[in-house]
Antibody
Framework: QVQLQESGPGLVKPSETLSLTCNVS????????WSWIRQPPGKGLEWVGY???????SYNPSLKSRVTISLDTSKNQFSLKLSPVTAADTAVYYC???????????WGQGTLVTVSS | EIVLTQSPGTLSLSPGERATLSCRAS??????LAWYQQKPGQPPRLLIY???SRATGIPDRFSGSGSGTDFTLTISRLEPEDFAVYYC?????????FGGGTKVEI
């Protein structure tokens, strides 16, 4: 079955760039939407954005000016860049299959990113 | 942006009891609504999609109902492993949004 795994730095300085990668195993990126979702400590879930396998993207309007999601079909991965970051971007970041007209399933285990100097 | 309001915020119940969770949308989402369960330190797990279809491997004590703006997740008889936080989510019009969650506690 399809499995997702996030990777990237756990600590980012304010005003710098948060960069995460999601490795997809057990299936292809083809024909699906691929999303990033985040969850600040002790709080609820916020959709960040998605990329379709064609490279078409959509972002949460609250983050749109700072977010880029891209795919690497040769590596079966997709990535998130968020810049510049502030302490408010501290959260567990999840990657998931889905978005647009489709629910999210499955999800990665999540990775905590702390923004602090 | 469609706002999803979940109630109650916390539900205190005992194993074996019935749990009824509500999710109300600020405008119609037709049947484009999913429910997730999240336990501490774990990612959310899909329970229900299309408002009432159970995801693969989900026990039949979980059921979803509703359409338009009012939705319900029912757990017919709570098992110890069901105590968790539950989120609703709409899909189909950007941005996808989540409700604030309902915590089901003992």
């Amino acid at each position: 079955q399809v499995q997702l795994q996030e990777s990237g730095p756990g600590l980012v300085k304010p005003s710098e760039t948060l960069s995460l990668t999601c490795n997809v195993s057990g299936g292809s990126l083809r024909n699906f939407y691929w999303s990033w979702i985040r969850q600040p400590p002790g709080k609820g879930l916020e959709w960040v954005g998605y990329s379709y396998y064609t490279g078409s993207t959509s972002y949460n309007p609250s983050l749109k000016s700072r977010v880029t999601i891209s795919l690497d079909t040769s590596k079966n991965q997709f990535s998130l860049k968020l810049s510049p970051v502030t302490a408010a971007d501290t959260a567990v970041y999840y990657c998931a299959r889905g978005g647009a007209t489709v629910w999210f399933d499955p999800w990665g285990q999540g990775t905590l990113v702390t923004v602090s100097s | 942006e469609i706002v999803l309001t979940q109630s109650p915020g916390t539900l205190s119940l005992s194993p074996g009891e019935r749990a009824t969770l509500s999710c109300r949308a600020s405008q119609s989402v037709t049947s484009s609504l999913a429910w997730y369960q999240q336990k501490p330190g774990q990612p959310p797990r899909l329970l229900i999609y299309g408002a009432s279809s159970r995801a693969t491997g989900i026990p039949d004590r979980f059921s979803g109902s509703g359409s338009g703006t009012d939705f319900t997740l029912t757990i017919s008889r709570l098992e110890p492993e069901d105590f968790a936080v539950y989120y609703c989510q709409h899909y189909g019009s950007s941005p996808d949004t989540f409700g604030g969650g309902t915590k089901v506690e003992i």
